[in-house]
């Protein structure tokens, strides 16, 4: 532990650039699937009653995903023979950033639609009865609902940061280039070096906590 | 032709009849209180003529076409809720907002919420948050952004209920400004004083029934 301890704070390259790329990462597909997963969170909140449950049971089947499972559809998607194979995606970092934006966009729609399903019946009314239109409802929900959109942003990096079946099967732990905490933990841990495999994971502790106490803050109270 | 007309009108909520009105019109340009204790239907009434409620059987025609369809509702009519909706943002961006979902321009806009603002005795509010509003000032800024819209057609339910002897002489004063600019207005009350000095047409309700009913 105490080496761990000293690769951190002696801030040892090659940990920290696993950091700082894995952040990196999160940080992009985060950001490519928060409008997508907004709009499809906003149009199941849309939907007539009756089409509303079985929406929200998509979105969270969806969510519960095994993230090798999501991995496997965007290899079929990127590798040499699959239809966006000319981009050469498999084994770099935008083919991670895309498995992890496929991995964080319904968490963001699942998180968002829960969200506005709790906002009070009377907003939407008011809305209605103002005759406002379809954009301005949409704009006035989404400045209603700010504080749902950052806890949803805030869980869907949480979520990906912390994830090794799309990193390790669409970037191949290439070091320099695809290596992110997980897959450096797994790499490690594996041929009995635990040090840096520790210091990783204790960022990813850390990371965990600030994301959930983010989370916790950020999301609508009860009643 | 009359504003509103009703037609063997009848509301069901959770398997119980909460409404029956087998006939009522409502002209244009006048003022109806609907007077009736808790739980006899006011708000319900309320809904069903800003079409937020659908009857259960019967219809309600609003200029002569089904109720939602025809002369531009949703451009018309503007329903307030007895605890009013007060929108996350300050007390210009929620009048404003009814001018704006009208269609209005942002200069427009700002002037007509701050005529609206300075009615309803708001001035000096418009930087204020909606969560510093006490519940009189909250029904004084949904009015302004009812009136701001420009709605010739306001559906109020108890719109004096949180509000002090102030607040309710400002909220009366600018209902009957828009009644004597010639809106349709129709309240849900208990304060049968307001409806006197606004001169309503009273509609006493009794377990979804009417039990009175004033002559025009």
Request: aromatic share 8%; hydrophobic share 30%; proline share 8%.
């Given at each position: 532990m105490s080496e761990a301890f000293r690769l951190l704070l002696g801030g040892e390259a090659e940990t920290w650039g696993i950091v700082g790329r894995s952040l990196g990462f999160a940080f992009f597909s985060t950001l490519f699937s928060f409008l997508p997963g907004v709009l499809a969170g906003f149009a199941a909140a849309s939907l007539r009653p009756r089409w509303k449950r079985p929406a929200a049971a998509f979105l969270n089947a969806l969510t519960a995903l095994p993230t090798v499972v999501v991995g496997l559809f965007v290899y079929s998607l990127i590798s040499?023979?699959?239809?966006?194979?000319?981009?050469?995606?498999?084994?770099?970092p935008a083919g991670v950033v895309m498995g992890q934006t496929f991995l964080a966009l319904p968490i963001v729609a699942s998180l968002v639609y829960a969200g506005l399903t709790k906002l009070d019946p009377r907003f939407r009314e008011t809305l209605l009865t103002l005759g406002a239109g379809r954009w301005r409802r949409l704009l006035a929900t989404a400045k209603e609902a700010r504080s749902v959109l950052v806890a949803a942003l805030v869980a869907a990096f949480g979520r990906v940061a912390g994830e090794v079946g799309v990193c390790m099967m669409l970037?191949?732990?290439?070091?320099?280039?695809?290596?992110t905490m997980t897959t450096a933990i797994a790499l490690d841990a594996s041929k009995g070096e635990f040090e840096r495999a520790m210091a990783l994971g204790l960022v990813l502790f850390v990371l965990a906590i600030v994301v959930n106490l983010g989370v916790h803050a950020l999301a609508p109270r009860e009643g | 032709m009359a504003l509103y007309a009703f037609d063997g009108l009848s509301l069901s909520l959770g398997g119980a009849e909460v409404l029956s009105i087998p006939e009522l019109e409502i002209e244009e340009g006048e003022v109806l209180a609907l007077l009736?204790?808790?739980?006899?239907?006011k708000t319900s009434l309320l809904k069903i003529l800003a079409a937020l409620l659908a009857p259960s059987e019967g219809r309600v025609s609003f200029c002569g076409s089904?109720?939602?369809?025809?002369?531009a509702l949703a451009r018309r009519i503007v329903y307030l809720h007895q605890q009013p909706y007060i929108m996350a943002g300050s007390v210009s961006y929620n009048v404003e907002f009814g001018a704006r979902s009208r269609g209005l321009g942002a200069r427009e806009a700002a002037e007509r919420a701050e005529a609206a603002m300075r009615l309803l005795g708001l001035?000096?509010?418009?930087?204020?948050?909606?969560?510093?509003?006490s519940g009189g000032e909250a029904q004084r800024v949904a009015l302004a952004r009812a009136i701001a819209s420009g709605s010739d057609v306001l559906l109020l339910d108890?719109?004096?209920?949180?509000?002090d002897s102030a607040s309710r002489e400002l909220i009366a004063r600018a209902i009957r400004r828009k009644a004597e600019a010639g809106a349709t207005i129709v309240l849900a009350t208990h304060d049968e004083e307001l409806a006197g000095a606004l001169g309503a047409r009273a509609l006493g309700l009794a377990r979804g029934r009417i039990a009175e009913k004033e002559a025009r």
């Open positions: 040499r023979s699959g239809p966006l194979g000319f981009l050469v995606f498999l084994y770099a970037g191949g732990n290439i070091r320099g280039s695809t290596r | 009736g204790p808790n739980g006899s239907g089904p109720l939602g369809q025809g002369c001035e000096g509010f418009a930087r204020r948050g909606h969560r510093a509003l108890e719109p004096t209920a949180s509000a």
